[in-house]
């Protein structure tokens, strides 16, 4: 039986757990580490027993949200177990964008690693490889592929016959299983490392993975034997607003314009063409974006990619082929213009907001084309039948967050299997608690629709799509109407009390739930075997009312209340300062963004904005002082100490 460790915690989410002194002899080895490398005084939540349970040689399987702190879970124990002779860890990660930042910050804090994929030239890649089998590397970075080529596991037969063969940790471990969201066929042959090289401990991450999932996750990476720790995964920081389609491009230029205008951000939509045109229409509104998605040119990716982690203010317009392993922290908006295919893209896609612990937004806009879209496109799967019902389940779990009218940070977590109270009293409530929806008996009207459908089926057998369903609902005579003889059906003008909008919500609710289906290229409407039951009045619809957009409810919800980090193209500071405090913190942006330059990083690599905040508001006098703040590890002080004070001293 597979142990478990449950450290949910909601409440503890936001504030570093001080575990006090370690029990093990790992455990002090690991907290000097974390205080001398990286420069923390505590771990937060459940690390300190992940790193203590990896360093002792024990396996884990870790969720863990996004910006909770998985790097840290086995960065720590590579570094505590290559101090003890144990030799390199091996990180498996999908993302050359991905590597190359994680190995500049390992560097930048004095920790030798090292990256192998294709954007090496051969000799970089012999050099990094003599240095790997010698020893001196305390990490390396790997994607699968080349995780298990003979060359490279000739590589790790030899470290691990000389004992140099220290950890594997298995970054985006959803990335196994065909339930996950991100599905990739090279992970399922890492079980290879268990088979292999059962001595060396494991320790598989990820920041979604419902129960289906991480049953996938520990079956095919063989981790029968190991740990499982599942942190909250609330991220208490992120307002969740979701709004009925209505011009989307136009509710999206608001949104941005109201509340981020300045901010960095990322906007997901499903088709590369549509990436393209959004990106083009924001430049054209006065909002830097850029593209990014699979059709693009490598170096083009690469360079807007680069653009955005160490720019300021810029938005990404993005398919889901942008975004794992993402580490900007000061992303303050993530928005979908198209419906994501189930509750872990969302909440995976959502998560690369407010990375910082900073208040950020998960804005979404949809309408029944996204529901009929994402049905068509798990019909149309050559998928068996047992996956496309799970994948229906899990569309139909993220269609119910997006329509309901209680708290959706309560469904949202619920999904996940754990707890959760209203978050109307919460300082990033959701739209919902924040301005409840006003709602609406909509059975009498699905039965109405489902008639006519029934309707269109006697009179010549014909099917039609949403549109023309709501022109003879609401009795409006059109060309189609009129060459159809639709105005003579009973249900001509029947529904011409409801507006179109609600007509389509109850549509969207209808297919959603399975009492509808879409045909064809025309996504013509066909009713289900189970639309009796609304016929016969057996089912109940309780339904939101259209509203006004959430970015329009939540401005005037906010009124004068103090404006939120990054809302201003002159970015505010993470924490109050005063203004002698501000003029310093400024300045210490500018000394970083010279060094990022230098050293070809992002900024955040060099010190987060937080570190470089409290370094303003306590304005150190000398190198011990800064070594106090929290962020400012040995190899970073010892660097960049003396420039501080220079820069702090004016």
């Known amino acids: 039986m597979t142990p478990y460790v449950d450290v949910m915690d909601a409440s503890a989410a936001e504030v570093p757990t001080v575990r006090g002194e370690a029990p093990t002899a790992h455990g002090r080895a690991a907290l000097s580490v974390l205080q001398t490398v990286f420069g923390y005084t505590a771990f937060r939540n459940a690390q300190a027993e992940i790193v203590d349970h990896v360093c002792a040689d024990g396996d884990a399987l870790v969720l863990m949200p996004t910006g909770g702190g998985k790097s840290l879970c086995y960065q720590v124990p590579a570094i505590v177990r290559h101090r003890a002779d144990r030799g390199v860890s091996i990180v498996v990660s999908p993302l050359i964008a991905l590597m190359h930042d994680q190995v500049g910050a390992l560097e930048e804090a004095g920790v030798h690693a090292a990256y192998l994929n294709s954007s090496l030239t051969s000799e970089e890649a012999q050099r990094i490889e003599r240095e790997m089998m010698g020893g001196r590397l305390v990490m390396l970075y790997a994607a699968p592929e080349r995780l298990t080529t003979p060359r490279f596991l000739a590589q790790l037969d030899s470290l691990h016959e000389r004992g140099l063969l220290s950890l594997f940790a298995i970054d985006e471990a959803h990335c196994v299983s065909q339930w996950g969201h991100d599905f990739r066929e090279d992970y399922l042959s890492l079980n290879v490392l268990h088979e292999r090289y059962p001595g060396v401990p494991r320790i598989a991450l990820t920041a979604t993975a419902d129960d289906l999932t991480r049953a996938d996750i520990i079956e095919r990476l063989q981790l029968g034997d190991a740990r499982i720790f599942i942190s909250s995964f609330d991220r208490p920081n992120i307002r969740y607003g979701i709004v009925e389609k209505d ?37 054209e509104e006065g909002i830097t974006a850029l593209p990014y998605h699979a059709g693009l040119d490598a170096d083009v990716r690469r360079r807007h990619q680069d653009r955005f982690l160490r720019e300021e203010g810029l938005v990404m317009v993005a398919t889901i082929a942008f975004g794992m392993g993402i580490d900007k922290p000061d992303v303050r908006f993530v928005a979908h213009l198209d419906l994501p295919k189930n509750i872990e893209s969302y909440y995976q896609e959502t998560g690369r907001a407010g990375r910082d612990g900073l208040p950020a937004d998960a804005w979404m806009a949809y309408g029944l084309a996204d529901v009929v879209n994402q049905r068509r496109m798990i019909d149309d799967s050559p998928a068996g039948e047992e996956f496309k019902r799970g994948q229906i389940g899990k569309l139909e779990a993220l269609l119910a967050l997006a329509e309901t009218h209680d708290c959706r940070r309560v469904r949202l977590l619920a999904y996940f299997g754990e707890p959760s109270v209203r978050c109307a009293a919460h300082q990033n409530a959701c739209d919902n608690c924040l301005s409840p929806p006003v709602t609406w008996n909509a059975t009498e009207a699905a039965r109405k629709a489902l008639s006519c459908i029934y309707r269109f089926h006697q009179n010549g057998g014909q099917r039609f799509g949403a549109g023309h369903l709501i022109d003879v609902l609401r009795g409006k005579v059109t060309d189609k109407v009129t060459q159809h003889g639709h105005a003579t059906l009973s249900t001509f003008g029947i529904g011409a009390d409801v507006s179109e909008g609600q007509w389509r919500a109850v549509l969207r609710q209808l297919i959603a739930l399975g009492y509808l289906r879409t045909e064809g290229e025309y996504h013509t409407l066909e009713l289900t075997a189970s639309a009796r039951e609304v016929l016969r009045g057996e089912v109940q619809l309780l339904l939101r009312e259209a509203s006004a957009s959430a970015s329009t409810a939540r401005s005037k919800r906010r009124g004068a209340a103090t404006p939120r980090a990054g809302a201003f193209k002159d970015k505010a500071p993470p924490v109050p300062l005063d203004a002698e405090a501000t003029e310093r913190f400024s300045a210490l942006k500018a000394w970083r963004a010279e060094v990022a330059r230098e050293h070809n990083l992002p900024a955040y690599v060099v010190f987060h904005d937080a570190t470089l905040a409290e370094m303003a508001r306590a304005q150190p006098q000398s190198l011990d002082d800064i070594a106090q703040i929290s962020g400012v590890g040995a190899k970073k002080l010892e660097a960049y100490g003396r420039e501080i004070l220079r820069v702090l001293q004016g």
């Open 247 to 283: 011009n989307a491009r136009a509710q999206l230029l608001r949104f941005i314009q109201d509340e981020h205008d300045g901010d960095a951000g990322i906007v997901y939509c499903q088709s590369r063409k549509k990436v393209d045109e959004t990106a083009v229409w924001l430049s």
